[in-house]
């Protein structure tokens, strides 16, 4: 099946630093990805739609400034966490889609000092 | 805001008995999915149902669609311990850009 991955898969950063979030998929073209945010014993909950050559749309209450996507190519997209604070500290999961079903990223998990 | 509420929240049971977990959502729908995910990683597609559809199955799993009272179920047969994960419905609603909605999930305990 179609493959995505997410770099890095864990990151530990000091409060007030930006944290960047790689999502490609490698073995096919996704025009639009998805970014996904999930705390602990938690469902996932959509942050944005991530749109090739676009900009991003966000979720209701979903800070655009806070959290920077970028999708430059049709393989990568990605995802800024920036001026990162404790209550940041969450799984990050992104998705892609080369047809009716998704694939998911195994995850980056972010833990803000 | 999370669509999908799906019970039982956690669901405890021995090798080789049925679990069977249950996803009620809210809007209208173009397709209904079901993933598993391990602690900690990734999410893993296991099914599909479309709106036009009221059962499938995949080896030992089966799921039902019951659209009029917006509901799906999720059985799994002969329960392993490898079975041990957390379960979500997700919904589609045919938007142009596909995102899935996700329901609050199961985690499923299988005690060898």
């Known amino acids: 099946g179609a493959v995505v991955s997410q770099h890095p898969s864990r990151v530990i950063c000091k409060s007030g630093t930006s944290v960047k979030i790689e999502c490609r998929s490698l073995?096919?073209?996704?025009?639009?990805m998805f970014w996904y945010r999930q705390f602990p014993k938690q469902s996932l909950m959509l942050m944005a739609t991530s749109n090739e050559g676009s900009k991003a749309t966000y979720e209701q209450g979903v800070e655009k400034d806070k959290f920077l996507i970028n999708h430059a190519s049709l393989t990568l997209s990605t995802l800024t966490v920036t001026s990162a604070h404790p209550e940041d500290s969450s799984f990050y999961i992104c998705s892609a889609r080369p047809g009716p079903l998704r694939f998911f990223g195994p995850g980056t998990r972010l833990t803000v000092l | 805001s999370q669509q999908g509420e799906e019970d039982p929240q956690a669901l405890s049971i021995q090798e080789g008995e049925n679990a069977t977990m249950n996803c009620s959502y809210k809007?209208?729908?173009?397709?209904l999915q079901w993933y598993r995910q391990n602690s900690g990683r990734g999410l893993v597609h296991l099914i599909l149902?479309?709106?036009?559809?009221r059962e499938k199955h995949s080896g030992r799993l089966r799921v039902t669609l019951d659209t009029s009272k917006k509901s799906s179920s999720l059985l799994i047969t002969a329960s392993r311990a490898a079975d041990t994960a957390s379960y979500f419905c997700a919904t589609d609603a045919g938007t142009s850009y596909g995102k899935l909605t996700f329901g609050q999930g199961t985690i499923l305990t299988v005690h060898p």
């Open positions: 149902i479309r709106s036009n559809e």
């Open positions: 809007t209208s729908i173009n397709n």
């Open positions: 073995d096919f073209q996704a025009t639009t």
